[in-house]
């Protein structure tokens, strides 16, 4: 058990090593050959939802082949703790112009997909030409909103939570390189 989670597995609760840094990196190249064969004459302006997705992201541009881009961050809140409370804040707003953009938008997890279906919404508004998910995760049986299905994923999982790889237990566990399940 790496350091990191010992003070979280003493508060009763049980982690398991998912995805392999390895694995991880293959499933990121996927994604990024993907995505470099669909936007290699555009431009698109990356939009990374912080905190969760700050490492997938990083990987993930790195890992494009031929793509001119831009990369922008903003910040969201609609979770605590471990559920939701179903409310979106924007707690670092946009400061790119995504008027006749193309915009992926790169998150961590999609879950509901409460936070993208509002994220579209919003940048629909602010006139972006096309609006795409990346996301290194998704729940497909916990999806509530269509619009919400990310066009490009590392990996899919079922109902359960889970940290490292920019994902957070309270706070913590978000620099962990492989990808844990949590077991209470
Ligand atoms: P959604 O709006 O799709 O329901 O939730 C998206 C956000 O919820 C993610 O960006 C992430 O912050 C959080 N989230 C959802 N599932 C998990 C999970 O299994 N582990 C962690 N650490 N966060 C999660």
Not at 52 to 80: H, M, P, Q
Request: charged share 25%; with cysteine.
């Amino acid at each position: 058990m790496p350091t990191i989670m010992r003070s979280i597995d003493e508060q009763g609760y049980h982690f398991e090593e998912w995805l392999t840094p390895e694995r991880i990196a293959e499933d990121v190249q996927l994604v990024a050959n993907q995505i470099s064969s669909d936007y290699e004459h555009k431009e698109p302006l990356f939009i990374v939802v912080l905190n969760g997705a700050f490492i997938f992201a990083a990987d993930l541009i790195r890992a494009l082949k031929n793509v001119r881009c831009e990369v922008t961050f903003i910040r969201v809140s609609s979770y605590w703790g471990m559920s939701s409370t179903g409310q979106l804040e924007f707690i670092v707003p946009l400061q790119q112009v995504v008027d006749n953009r193309d915009v992926i938008i790169i998150e961590d997890i999609v879950d509901t997909g409460l936070t993208i279906h509002q994220l579209k919404a919003h940048l629909r508004g602010l006139g972006a030409t096309s609006i795409r998910v990346a996301s290194m995760l998704f729940k497909p049986g916990k999806l509530e909103y269509d619009d919400a299905k990310p066009d490009y994923v590392g990996h899919e999982l079922t109902d359960e939570f889970v940290v490292g790889y920019g994902l957070d237990f309270d706070g913590f566990a978000r620099n962990m390189d492989a990808i844990y399940k949590v077991k209470e």
